[in-house]
């Protein structure tokens, strides 16, 4: 299990050798935040405003409302660890480019690693089709799916709607607190699952 620390050095080394051009505009890179121990991975776009000032993962709208719909699970920030796709805010909050997810992957990738969570959880497509590139989030959100990806040890994904685009559509608000519910139900049915 990665610690704290092991985790810093991981994102301190993938920063310094990083080549995405949003480092250019951003105010600094978005480390992946919370408990190395989490049984959860949220996956992310990338950081907005309030994240590029901060340093920190869903600090805004967007994660206020991803802690209420924790809370309706019984969960807390503490219980999870929470990153995105590409570590640099882009400019306007425009969505990432391809090339730059491209760029921020690998990191990515070493931090589910190092993490190894028993579910990964993706809010928004972006981080869902870099594992699932053929995949629709509007048909497959709140399902869970099982997948041998090379170099992580997770075996299960769940891809959710993003909560910033729920934010403010009352439907798919409704939906996306109605797939979250499905967290705990799928934890409980990977531990009941032999692998
Ligand atoms: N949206 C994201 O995808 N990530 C953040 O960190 C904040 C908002």
Not at 163 to 182: I, S, V
Request: aromatic share 8%; with cysteine.
């Amino acid at each position: 299990m990665a610690t704290v620390q092991a985790l810093r050095t991981l994102h301190e080394t993938y920063a310094a050798s990083n080549t995405c051009a949003l480092k250019e505009s951003a105010t600094q890179p978005v480390f992946g935040d919370g408990n190395p121990a989490a049984e959860v991975v949220f996956v992310g776009e990338a950081p907005g405003k309030n994240e590029d000032l901060q340093g920190i993962p869903f600090v805004g709208a967007a994660g206020k409302f991803l802690d209420e719909m924790l809370e309706s699970i019984g969960m807390k920030r503490e219980d999870i660890y929470i990153t995105n796709i590409v570590k640099y805010r882009p400019p306007n909050n425009r969505d990432p480019e391809p090339s730059e997810k491209e760029a921020c992957a690998p990191w990515l990738e070493a931090e589910l690693a190092a993490v190894g969570p028993k579910l990964i959880v993706f809010l928004g497509r972006h981080s869902m089709n870099h594992f699932f590139p053929t995949e629709k989030i509007s048909a497959v959100h709140g399902k869970l799916m099982a997948k041998t990806i090379a170099g992580i040890p997770t075996k299960y994904f769940l891809p959710l709607y993003h909560p910033a685009a729920a934010l403010y559509n009352g439907g798919m608000r409704d939906e996306l607190m109605y797939d979250f519910q499905k967290i705990p139900l799928a934890l409980k049915k990977i531990a009941e699952t032999k692998s």
